[in-house]
């Protein structure tokens, strides 16, 4: 990790796409998220990539956000006291908070790797999980959000139908739309197939 020198050549381009779609604007929203959500107590970290990343590198930051999206009693994250550090300690505390975000129901595709933010690969993929999970508590609706609901999208959510037995019956009986309608059509003009048109004055 520490020892890993400067890409050249495509893995250099790779990177650089990487890096671009990290959002600043967006760092400014998550960084007031989490400082609501968790408490002034976790400071404010120096603007841009580096600045985000030392500050969530350790998984604290993370873990105490998690947690405060489950009532007193039912923290999924032990949080030490002191903040770990040594390397695989640190690795360790972002994983639970990982495992912690997937438990709370954010998809497989939208959770980081722990190396995205550890090594800075891709800070675009830790903002996207920190989106989704603060999209989730927004949905959820359960009272342990703190903010501004308009800092997230709400997920769609279901809208069950229920139908009596007499409205599935009458529904039989209907013909959609879909299936196409006869009326109007006839058969005025039509010739057989390679005869031609027959016009006689």
Not at 40 to 56: H, I, M, Y
Not at 72 to 96: I, L, R
Not at 120 to 133: I, N, Y
């Amino acid at each position: 990790m520490a020892n890993k020198g400067p890409s050249y050549g495509m893995s250099r381009e790779v990177q650089s796409k990487i890096e671009k779609k990290y959002d600043e604007e967006l760092e400014e929203r998550l960084v007031e998220w989490i400082i609501v959500q968790c408490g002034p107590d976790v400071g404010r970290p120096d603007r841009g990539r580096l600045g985000f990343q030392v500050w969530l590198k350790n998984g604290v930051i993370l873990s105490k956000l998690v947690n405060s999206l489950y009532p007193d009693g039912s923290k999924p994250v032990k949080v030490p006291e002191n903040p770990p550090s040594m390397v695989f300690k640190q690795m360790e505390q972002v994983a639970q908070f990982l495992k912690a975000a997937e438990d709370y129901g954010v998809t497989k595709t939208d959770v980081f790797q722990t190396v995205d933010l550890f090594e800075g690969k891709d800070l675009a993929a830790v903002q996207r999980t920190l989106m989704a999970l603060g999209s989730l508590a927004v949905t959820k609706n359960d009272g342990h959000y703190r903010g501004d609901p308009n800092w997230f999208m709400k997920k769609a959510q279901e809208h069950k139908r229920e139908f009596t037995e007499s409205q599935l019956q009458e529904g039989k009986h209907v013909i959609g739309l879909q299936m196409g309608s006869n009326r109007g059509a006839s058969q005025a003009g039509m010739t057989g197939y390679g005869r031609p048109r027959q016009i006689i004055s």
